[in-house]
């Protein structure tokens, strides 16, 4: 199998490797969620490599802890994991009807694991991240501003 990601260890993507390989409309997408974490989050950005399988993520880490990675991907878009524990779920529960029903389904869908459910959301577009930043501010209370 061939994957769309870029899985070769020791080529890290460029950025300038990245904007035709998402494509433009997922590339806006790659840019505005970068620039959402650094407004709202003081998480490092830092490119990891996930092994063969996942390949090259950009994941936001803070004391040890993930608000979510971005795996860039050659075929117009990218993947975004986004791993919710059961307290982030009640309360993703508490506010279901602000979502979406496609986003609905989607974490509806998504796998149970013995820490949590794992969002795998395909972006094409940024359309798409509305709901996914209100998920990510239901996972962690945004920054306050001094």
């Known amino acids: 199998m061939i994957s769309h990601r870029f899985t070769e260890k020791s080529c890290m993507p460029s950025e300038e490797e990245l904007m035709p390989a998402l494509g433009i409309q997922a590339n806006e997408a790659w840019v505005n969620m970068k620039e959402f974490a650094r407004q709202n989050y003081d998480h490092?950005?830092?490119?990891?490599?996930?092994?063969?399988?996942?390949?090259?993520?950009?994941?936001?880490?803070?004391?040890?802890?993930?608000?979510?990675n971005m795996f860039p991907e050659k075929n117009n878009g990218f993947t975004l994991l986004l791993v919710l524990g059961k307290k982030e779920l009640a309360k993703y529960q508490d506010k279901r009807e602000e979502f979406s029903e496609a986003f609905q389904a989607e974490v509806d869908s998504a796998a149970q694991y013995h820490d949590g459910r794992w969002l795998w959301l395909k972006i094409t577009?940024?359309?798409?991240?509305?709901?996914?930043?209100r998920l990510i501010r239901i996972k962690k209370k945004t920054k306050t501003l001094s």
Request: no cysteine; glycine share 12%; hydrophobic share 25%.
């Open 125 to 133: 577009e940024v359309q798409q991240l509305e709901d996914i930043e």
């Open 44 to 68: 490092e950005a830092e490119w990891n490599y996930g092994g063969k399988n996942y390949g090259w993520n950009i994941r936001y880490r803070k004391s040890g802890k993930t608000l979510f």
